[in-house]
Nanobody, 114 residues
């Protein structure tokens, strides 16, 4: 069974940066065939799509993070990243990665606060 494991969350001040990583187990072939996504869920809110990177490395972003967040992938490391810059308190949430045939990771908490 393939697993997705997120890391890199934490507490950061407004304006700061964090880099999240999501590592997959299983084969490189299976990972690289997946579109990968980052979602986030704030307390009491729906889980929202933040960014997508396709198997062909095309990227799309939610309007709320455009110009601040960058999604990337390293197929050889079977890892997808989310570089988050200029963080705001409203970015506080649990961040989850998702693969189109891999399922969900367990999530990593990001807290933006002074």
């Amino acid at each position: 069974q393939v697993q997705l494991v997120e890391s890199g969350g934490g507490l950061v001040q407004p304006g700061g940066s964090l880099r999240l990583a999501c590592a997959a187990s299983g084969s490189i072939f299976r990972f690289r065939s997946n579109d990968m996504e980052w979602y986030r869920q704030a307390p009491g809110k729906e889980r929202d799509l933040v960014a997508t990177i396709t198997s062909g490395a095309s990227t799309t972003y939610a309007d709320s993070v455009k110009g601040r967040f960058t999604i990337s992938r390293d197929n050889y490391k079977k890892t997808v990243y989310l570089q988050m810059n200029s963080l705001k308190p409203e970015d506080t949430a649990v961040y989850y990665c998702y693969g189109s045939t891999l399922g969900w990771g367990q999530g990593t908490q990001v807290t933006v606060s002074s």
